[in-house]
């Protein structure tokens, strides 16, 4: 089941694809039967068909929503501002669960109105939480992690050399030890003897 999840997901294929396709299909079929003399026409023609496969889109992304039972809203945390919008949403949805439930409790909402907006309201509220929970991508570290990869790579015959002296090169000023390849002291700045 999961597999069949991320097949889909990973699909190179959209729906804005076939509309798309049906309204370049149709646009030439239209062209081919009216043969419209004028160029104005042709294009207007043509234009009017994507103006039609555009809403087309357009009403399949309103209604998807609506006639899927497992419909999730997947949102990938890029950045801090994408995280704090859906914390504030989170909190807007929590405060009006809160009302809600005050609401009910004075009386001015029937209990099946309750029941129906209550369970939409903690709906919205998990899958936020959810959101939430991603991890939001910490670039530094990934960096970090990558740059100790690759040191330690080819670092595994330098580590040894390093013991022995043999991958450092060391002041004759300061006495600090600096890579090999450094042209400065990293201590005193002094220009490093290169034999």
Not at 25 to 40: E, N
Not at 46 to 62: D, E, F
Not at 92 to 120: C, H, Q
Request: with cysteine.
């Amino acid at each position: 089941m999961m597999s069949s999840g991320i097949s889909t997901e990973s699909s190179s294929f959209r729906p804005w694809h076939l509309f798309v396709l049906v309204a370049l299909v149709a646009a030439t079929i239209a062209i081919l039967i009216a043969r419209p003399s004028d160029p104005v026409v042709a294009i207007l023609l043509t234009l009017a068909i994507g103006a039609a496969g555009l809403v087309g889109l357009m009403l399949y992304r309103a209604i998807l929503p609506l006639i899927q039972k497992d419909f999730r809203e997947a949102t990938v945390m890029v950045g801090s501002r994408s995280r704090a919008a859906v914390e504030r949403e989170k909190t807007l949805v929590l405060r009006s669960i809160k009302e809600l439930e005050f609401d009910r409790a004075m009386g001015k909402v029937s209990e099946a109105d309750f029941n129906e907006m209550g369970f939409r309201l903690r709906g919205r509220a998990i899958r936020l939480m959810k959101q939430l929970d991603v991890e939001a991508v910490d670039f530094l570290a990934l960096i970090e992690k990558e740059l100790q990869e690759r040191l330690s790579g080819n670092g595994g015959a330098d580590s040894k050399d390093g013991e022995n002296g043999g991958s450092l090169s060391v002041c004759g000023q300061c006495g600090t030890s600096n890579e090999l390849d450094a042209r400065f002291c990293k201590q005193c700045g002094k220009v490093l003897n290169r034999s």
